[in-house]
T-cell receptor, first 114, second 112 residues
Framework: GAGVSQTPSNKVTEKGKYVELRCDPISGHTALYWYRQSLGQGPEFLIY????????DSGLPNDRFFAVRPEGSVSTLKIQRTERGDSAVYLC????????????FGPGTRLTVL | SQKIEQNSEALNIQEGKTATLTCNYTNYSPAYLQWYRQDPGRGPVFLLLIRENEKEKRKERLKVTFDTTLKQSLFHITASQPADSATYLCALDGDNFNKFYFGSGTKLNVKP
């Protein structure tokens, strides 16, 4: 079956612009995670959804970052007023219930802020 | 929060040998620990999960140990192959199972 997909695969934007990154989890997975990964580092937790609600958003670095999952499936990570420091690979992962089970990761979106 | 340490230096081994990777953590003991493999340009792929009350878990050529006294997990790949070359990440659950902390990973190079 289809795995986790993320679009776009690459996004180049200018400082100050707004971007949206999309994640399509595996069908039926209720848990969804967003991570950010910088070069040479491991994924850094951003936010966790259980169904439609954000169960833990403590990893979001500041109020420029926001994520939604309105129907409990597709999720969108939104970044306002992008800064060069936001450049990274943004990973999405889904899990059948919660991360107590394995997490299935998408290929990521590489965001470059010029 | 949790601080996780994985050897940042690449591990170079000869094909057929056993690779051993280390994951150390410094704060609270997690309820469970996961190991992932990541290839360049791809998302991590789950390999194994071990719970705090388990000492060892095996899957084919892979073995994971978990020592809550030492606050350490070891990941072993026996009879290593060049195809095992990748970065290996350990991940620990947060204190409420809602978040996960990943180490920075160790790059494994298996030479033929």
């Amino acid at each position: 079956g289809a795995g986790v997909s993320q679009t776009p695969s690459n996004k180049v934007t200018e400082k100050g612009k707004y971007v949206e990154l999309r994640c399509d989890p595996i069908s039926g997975h209720t848990a969804l995670y967003w991570y950010r990964q910088s070069l040479g580092q491991g994924p850094e937790f951003l936010i966790y959804f259980q169904g439609t609600g954000a169960a833990d958003d403590s990893g979001l670095p500041n109020d420029r970052f926001f994520a939604v999952r309105p129907e409990g499936s597709v999720s969108t990570l939104k970044i306002q007023r992008t800064e060069r420091g936001d450049s990274a690979v943004y990973l999405c992962a889904s899990s059948p219930h919660n991360g107590y089970n394995e997490q299935f990761f998408g290929p990521g979106t590489r965001l470059t802020v010029l | 929060s949790q601080k996780i340490e994985q050897n940042s230096e690449a591990l170079n081994i000869q094909e057929g040998k056993t690779a051993t990777l280390t994951c150390n953590y410094t704060n609270y003991s997690p309820a469970y620990l996961q190991w992932y493999r990541q290839d360049p340009g791809r998302g991590p792929v789950f390999l194994l999960l071990i719970r705090e009350n388990e000492k060892e878990k095996r899957k084919e050529r892979l073995k994971v140990t978990f020592d809550t006294t030492l606050k350490q997990s070891l990941f072993h790949i026996t009879a290593s192959q060049p195809a095992d070359s990748a970065t290996y990440l350990c991940a620990l659950d947060g204190d409420n199972f809602n978040k996960f902390y990943f180490g920075s990973g160790t790059k494994l190079n298996v030479k033929p």
